[in-house]
């Protein structure tokens, strides 16, 4: 299967089964035509703000700086991407850590390597001729409501505020409805009532008037609201095999998030979309100036895991998931995550 640029998306493997028979490609990283080496990473929905570091690293660098030709792909579901990494198309992706606890679930292993954000980043929208009738999970019963894809990290935050509301996942309908535009004409056309997405399509709605925020998970305090503690989202994972094999290159990359990370804490939101692919603004930067200021405050300045978080994530998902809840128990969170790289990282910077 061929891996299309950023340009693109990449399609989703049909059986997962494939994905661990080619495993073993995802464990070597190749030297690149330019003697470096070469690293695919796929990006769960390359334009959402809260995966930002991973093409910011490009465009400011960072990459170069640490002597890595990385290429970078899109997938707008980080469920797909998951796939993507365990079939072998990737070394590494640029999605949620939620995906580290429930492939442990079943017994496969990834690791954050670098956490981007100790929240969310995500909200949940209500169109807004159903916001009076839905006013908290308890009333997702009985509702259409749109997550990225099946198994996404959209489909087990839209569980989580379910389950807190007393409302099981087979009381209401996920719909599968992407990000971004596919997302928006699903509200506008009444396929969904509700639905779980990101920045910039949380400007676009709110800016429109078309839909209102239910749940504010880019912030620490809405996000402590929503699930009762933080939820480390937004991350660098990739699988534990190729982490022990090639520490030298992972420490590469870090360096290069550490300083994006960096990077982000000290420009303006301005000069962040000046950087930026002018894509990514879709026609209106003024939008997209101010979803960058809506959500930057959420990335960490350092990468590092909170481990509260961490617990609270295993929490979550033992509660609402059925792959992690009949195994909550037997979750080694040690196994999901390091700090050590980007610990590396900063005493390096600080040289």
């Known amino acids: 299967m061929r891996l299309k640029r950023t340009v693109g998306v990449v399609a989703a493997l049909a059986v997962a089964m494939a994905g661990v028979t080619a495993c073993r490609d995802s464990r070597e990283i190749a030297i690149g035509t330019s003697g470096q080496p070469h690293i695919k990473i796929m990006i769960g929905g390359i334009s959402k703000v809260i995966y930002l570091p991973g093409q910011l690293a490009q465009q400011i660098g960072a990459y170069k700086r640490q002597g890595l030709d990385v290429e970078l792909f899109d997938q707008p579901s980080g469920a797909n991407a998951e796939t993507s990494l365990l079939a072998g198309e ?33 909200a949940e929208m209500v169109a807004t001729g159903k916001a009076g009738e839905i006013k908290s999970g308890a009333d997702f019963k009985g509702r259409n409501l749109g997550v990225t894809s099946l198994g996404s990290s959209t489909d087990f935050l839209t569980k989580a505020l379910a389950a807190r509301g007393g409302v099981s996942s087979k009381e209401y309908t996920p719909v599968k409805v992407g990000a971004g535009q596919t997302f928006i004409s699903a509200m506008n056309q009444g ?5 779980m997405t990101t920045d910039p399509t949380i400007a676009q709605l709110t800016n429109t008037g078309q839909a209102k925020v239910l749940y504010d998970m880019r912030t620490v305090e809405g996000t402590k609201a929503a699930l009762g503690g933080l939820y480390p989202a937004s991350s660098l994972y990739m699988g534990c095999e190729i982490v022990k094999r090639y520490p030298d ?59 509260a978080g961490a617990q609270n994530v295993l929490k979550v998902l033992g509660e609402s998931s059925s792959n992690v809840k009949p195994k909550k128990d037997k979750i080694d969170l040690s196994q999901t995550y390091t700090t050590k790289f980007v610990d590396t990282a900063r005493a390096q910077a600080q040289q």
């Open 249 to 307: 290159i992972v420490q590469k990359l870090a360096n290069a998030y550490v300083e994006s990370l960096k990077w982000i804490s000290t420009h303006t939101p301005e000069q962040v979309a000046d950087v930026m692919p002018p894509s990514f603004a879709g026609g209106d930067k003024a939008l997209y100036v101010k979803s960058l200021k809506d959500s930057l405050p959420m990335f960490t300045k350092d990468g590092r895991m909170d481990p």
């Open 90 to 122: 990737v070394q590494g992706v640029v999605g949620f850590y939620d995906h580290t606890i429930d492939l442990q679930a079943k017994e496969q292993c990834i690791q954050s390597v670098v956490q981007f954000a100790n929240v969310p980043g995500e």
């Open 191 to 195: 396929s969904i009532d509700a639905g």
